[in-house]
Nanobody
Framework: QLQVVESGGGLVQPGGSLRLACAAS????????TAWFRQAPGKEREWISC????????LYADSVEARFTASRNIANRTVYLQMNNLKVEDTAVYYC????????????????????WGQGTQVTVSS
């Protein structure tokens, strides 16, 4: 069973940057689609970015477009989320998710699309 573990969260001032990492127990034997979600207190879990299993398609929510960049390194089984120009409203617990979807260009955006979740990492943007 795939396991994913997020890291890289923390406290940052508005306008600052953080890079989150999601380490997976395996990416090389199957084709996994991955995504980042976040959940602020009192709100539903929100999709913010996805990478298709082929790696050829990456999508972003409007709220983070042009500020966040998702990427992955299959060799070290890690998915990244570079977050720049952070805003107070980006404060949330950030989750990495994955699903064995076969090789393809689908970018999945629903919580229910994913089978494997990390424990989350807290990102707090505050002055």
């Amino acid at each position: 069973q795939l396991q994913v573990v997020e890291s890289g969260g923390g406290l940052v001032q508005p306008g600052g940057s953080l890079r989150l990492a999601c380490a997976a127990s395996e990416f090389t034997r199957k084709y996994y689609a991955t995504a980042w979600f976040r959940q602020a207190p009192g709100k539903e879990r929100e999709w913010i970015s996805c990478i298709s299993s082929s790696g050829g398609r990456i999508l972003y929510a409007d709220s983070v477009e042009a500020r966040f960049t998702a990427s992955r390194n299959i060799a070290n089984r890690t998915v990244y989320l570079q977050m720049n120009n952070l805003k107070v409203e980006d404060t949330a617990v950030y989750y990495c998710a994955a699903v064995d979807y076969g090789l393809g260009s689908h970018c999945l955006v629903r919580v229910s699309d994913y089978d494997y979740w990390g424990q989350g990492t807290q990102v707090t943007v505050s002055s």
